[in-house]
């Protein structure tokens, strides 16, 4: 039974992955996230901390994946007006986070 996903930024930009090949990189996915979420030195009582990396680890690994898939460098999408989606503006064409953006500089008063 083939699945029907809509399409997302990601996968307009990307492209998908086979279903068995989704799986096996779903999974080995999973356990790289579980592994270093766990590795983590996180005192917090209530676990946002180590739900917080694991899904950092998530996100990392599924853009590394479908990157490494297309291997192509391909301009941000742009919306239906022709404006830059906010979340691409602050990636540069190799996937990297523009340090001026990663690190904005406060005035000092």
Known sequence: MACRWKSSILSKRFGTLESEEASSVAK???DEAYAVASA????DDD??????T???EIS???LESVKAKTNVASPPPKDGDG???A?????????????????PKLDEA
Request: without cysteine.
């Open 87 to 103: 979340a691409d503006s602050k990636v540069d064409s190799s996937g990297d986070v523009k340090e001026d953006d990663a690190n």
């Open 40 to 43: 983590a030195v996180i005192s």
């Open 83 to 85: 404006i830059e989606l």
């Open 47 to 52: 676990g946002i901390e180590s739900l917080k």
């Open 28 to 30: 080995s996915i999973e």
């Open 60 to 62: 990392k690994r599924m």
């Open 54 to 56: 694991y899904s950092e």
